[in-house]
Every structure is written in C-alpha cells, then in structure tokens.
C-alpha cells in the first residue's frame, strides 16, 4: 500500500505494544496476578481488577482466525486488493490482533494458516504485520 | 403489570429520503416531527422528553449533525427528561431509553429521533469536514493502521466466518439485498427503487470479501421520528398505540475484533427471556442491515433457525418476502430505503401493525407481533413490538 496508513497516537497504555518491534518483540499486556492477557492494553486486569500488570513478549507467532480481501480503494492512492486479517495469538488466549496478511497473494490466505509477525516501521510506531509460514 | 405502566410507540414520522438535500438536517428533522405529531394527533406542547442516538457528533457532523439540545431549543419543547449519546446499546437504544424514562414517570411523550447528512456531508466538506485521520487514538488504532478503515472490513470477517465454518453462500446471503430492493419498489420514499436481480448481485464488484457492493447500505439525508408515550397519557393519542412488550441491548467487547460473536446472539437470547411470546408468533421482522451480512446474523440469534443455518433458512426468498412466512423489512431496510442508521426499522415495524404500508403491506390478515432491531457489530439492540 503506498497510501500512508493512519498511526496511532502513542500514550502511556499503548507503548509497549506499538514500539516493541524496534527490538523485534511483539508485547501484549497481561496480568501478573492472574495471568489474563488484556488487549486492549490498559492500566487494569479486566479480569480480577489488579493493578499489577505490564506488557509481556509472546512468541510473535499466530493462526489466522478470519479474514477479508479488501478490494475498495477508500481513498485514491491505495493500493488493492490487501488482506485484512483477525490473528489469534500464540501464547496469549483470547487476544486478536486486527493486522494485515504480506508477502502472499491476496487470494492465497485462508482461514487456519499459520503466521508470523513481521515489523513495519512508520516514523515512530512499529506496526506488527503477519506473513504465512511456509 | 397494569397497562398504566406499559411504554408504547405511537406517532411515527420520516422526511423524505434523499442524496445531497438542500433542505437541511435541522428542517428535516422538522419535517419528520410534524408528521409524527400529525399521526398522533399531539401537539408539540405535549411532548415533554427527548431522546437521540448518537447526540451530535462535531467531529463529523453529517453522521449526526441534531442532537437532542438543539431539537429542544429549535421547538420550544420543554423537557422534564431527555438524552442524546452514543454510548449506548446502539441506535434503538434510545428508544429504550425512553421507554424506560416514561414508565418510570419521568416523561410523558418523548420524540425520539436520529437525523442522517451523510450524503449531504460528502458534497459540502467545507460546511461537513470529514475528520482527520493524522493520528488516531480509541478504537480506531487497533484497525485503522492496517487499513481496516470501514466497518465493511470489520464486519467482512464475522461474515467470511460464517462462509468457512458453516458453509454460507453468495446465493444465500443475496437474499437481504434482493428482499430489500424488492420491497425497496413498492416504497416511495426509499433511495433506491428499482429491484435487483441475482445475476445483478453475484457480477458486483467486491467491497471486502464476501461483501459486494449490494451488501452495503447507501449515504443518504433523512430524518425518522419515533414518538414514545406513557400507558398513563396513550388515551391522548389518537393512532393505534403499538406496546413495546419487550426490549433488550447489549455491548460485547467495544473493539469490535476483540469480540467472538457479534452482539446480535446475546440481545436475542435476552429478548425471549422477557416475555410469553416465541419466535413463532411474530408476524414480520424489521432487522438492522447496514451490511446485509447482520440481517442474516438476526434470524439466527433471535432463534428462527439455529447459529450457522442463517444462509439456509433465507435461500430462495420466499420464507421473507412479503407474502412469506416472516416477511423481512417491507419498506427496503437500509439497502434499499437509504441509511436511516437504525430507527427506519422500528418505524416499518410500527407501520406494518398498523396496517399502513399500502403496496408494501405485509399479506398476514391482522399482524399483532413485530420484532425492529439496531445494531449487530458490538452492540445492539432488539424491540418487541405488539399491536394488543
Ligand atoms: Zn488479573
């Protein structure tokens, strides 16, 4: 896609997820009292309500729960079609991750595949794209 | 429950549905109040509440340029109760939220309204500004860098779900759209009034898999007023007064790809549990479809067939069409009739137990049960609607 993608505005709750590709690690906040992985990232455990929660590493690795090929140009330079993707994660049940699905034709994604994280860098947010694994 | 206590709709009103009026949202909102009143045969100095769904948006005012202050201010209505917000069960459930202010006395009669300028908006950027999408924070950051800009994205992946786990089918979920444009020409008001044939729908170009164009509803400047009044004041309103005899709304996670289902399963299930009536005996079902793909979703999650068997209980069309056993949003839903945004289903849904919808009217002899749903991503909301 040649259009430039739309960057979230980084803040406290956020950073961790959206600057760990710089040192290739995808983080996902999680609770250290009961170890429920919270996504969106926040300062509480929506399970148990602890406080005592940080962003951990997982494996960077996913299934591809669902998907769609967007084929509408939502504005004039995109470039289409691209995958749009609902990663379920390695090691952290029951978070997704909305994502793009690279380096493959559109038309080859499937529900199942496994996949990858792979790191994009726009200015100062690495965002955590997914190729298949072969 | 004594009847005093019950919450009924009883005048409904609309404006006329267009792309890129002149008229604007304030007027038509007017123009669908009046019409409303006139129904009723209320005066605007009977109605003492005012609800809205999603209030007045600044930052992009064509989704929803009234909200409830101004309509109060412009009409000289004098307010002992009114809300006007977004966070809610979607749009209907400002309706439920009216329903509740007047059984529980706070209000009388309550306009409640949603006013629409989409397509106005995109004509006049510089009086409607789109917002910016420099840096974007909430829900939007989860989706938007990946370019999953429209909830068409968002809502592709329940569907493509439904296609790979339960077998869905193009020919099946056509269904919504022929159904909607079929009825859609028997409506005069409606945007779009010419029907659209299979051949039409599976050649149309994808918008994001498996929703094609025809999947999604259209931009359009509108305005529908639902009157909401109190058991205690229905014997000053002189049209037949339709009971919400049950309602239900709920949110699932609010970042919509967090979410297993979509809220559409746990609002149905809530539904039945507050009332006598079944499935069975509802005569037609107005069902939100700003992507067809939720209409089906309804028939599902309400029980009319089980989860996963959506695409097989409508294939064919005749099950919903308007001489079928469950005859599915007579006045063309939002596919065919424009982007009401939610509150054009509780006005058919009314309309048909009146017996009002002319060339559209349902076949049934006598319909007394209707069920007019909003929402069906994150949240959503279902009315049970019965003429007594
Ligand atoms: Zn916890």
Not at chain 1, 39 to 62: A, D, W, Y
Not at chain 1, 65 to 86: E, G, L, S
Not at chain 2, 57 to 71: K, R
Not at chain 2, 359 to 375: F, N, V
Request: proline residues 6%.
């Amino acid at each position: 896609m040649t259009a430039p993608r739309p960057l979230p505005r980084l803040d406290a709750d956020n950073r961790p997820f959206w600057t760990g590709g710089e040192v290739g690690e995808l983080r996902i906040m999680r609770c250290r009292d009961c170890g429920t992985f919270l996504h969106p990232p926040r300062p509480v455990c929506r399970h148990c309500l602890s406080e005592n929660v940080g962003p951990e590493v997982v494996p960077g690795t996913g299934v591809v729960d669902t998907y769609t090929v967007n084929y509408q140009k939502w504005h004039p330079a995109m470039d289409v079609p691209f995958v749009i993707a609902r990663v379920a994660l390695d090691g952290a049940p029951g978070v997704y991750l909305t994502t793009n699905i690279v380096g493959c034709p559109a038309e080859s994604v499937d529900v199942g595949d496994r996949v990858r994280v792979r790191f994009e860098q726009h200015e100062d947010v690495w965002l955590p794209l997914f190729e298949k694994i072969a | 429950m004594s009847l005093s206590n019950e919450a009924y709709i009883t005048g409904v009103g609309q404006s006329q549905i267009g792309v890129k009026l002149a008229r604007s949202p304030l007027l038509l909102t007017v123009d669908a109040v009046k019409e409303a009143l006139d129904e009723a045969g209320l005066s605007i100095g009977q109605i003492d509440g005012v609800s809205t769904y999603p209030g007045r948006v600044a930052q992009m005012l064509g989704f929803s340029p009234i909200g409830a202050d101004e309509l109060i201010d412009a009409l000289g209505i004098r307010a002992t109760w009114y809300a006007g917000g977004g966070e809610i069960s979607s749009q209907l459930g400002a309706v439920v939220a009216a329903a509740t202010a007047v059984r529980a006395g706070l209000a009388r009669h309550v306009i409640c309204f949603r006013t629409v300028y989409e397509a106005a908006a995109l004509s006049r950027p510089d009086e409607f500004p789109m917002p910016r999408r420099d840096r974007v924070d909430g829900f939007s950051q989860w989706t938007a860098p990946f370019n999953a800009l429209s909830a068409a994205n968002w809502t592709a992946q329940y569907a493509m779900r439904h296609v790979k786990k339960y077998g869905l089918k193009r020919e099946q979920l056509a269904q919504i759209a022929l159904t909607d444009r079929a009825h859609a020409a028997l409506n005069p008001r409606a945007l779009v009034r010419e029907p659209l044939s299979m051949d039409e729908y599976l050649a149309a170009r994808m918008i994001s898999s498996p929703l094609c164009l025809y999947d999604c509803d259209r931009f359009t400047d509108a305005s529908t007023v639902l009157i909401v009044s109190a058991g205690t004041a229905v014997n000053e309103v002189r049209c037949t007064p339709i009971r919400i005899a049950a309602m239900a709304g709920t949110v699932e996670r609010h970042s919509w790809d967090q979410a297993e289902w979509t809220a559409s399963y746990a609002t149905g299930r809530d539904l039945w549990t507050r009332t006598d009536y079944r499935p069975k005996d509802v005569d037609t079902v107005q069902f939100y479809d700003g992507f067809a793909f939720y209409a089906l979703t309804w028939f599902e999650a309400l029980g009319f067939c089980g989860i996963g068997e959506g695409g097989q209980f409508i294939e064919g069309g005749r099950r919903i069409a308007l001489d079928g056993e469950l005859p599915l949003n007579t006045f063309g839903g939002q596919i065919g009739a424009g982007r009401l945004h939610g509150f054009g289903f509780a006005h058919e849904a009314v309309t048909q137990l009146r017996g009002k919808g002319g060339a559209r009217q349902i076949k049934k002899a006598d319909p007394r049960l209707a069920i007019a749903t909003s929402g069906g991503g994150p949240l959503a909301t279902a009315l049970l609607l019965a003429r007594d």
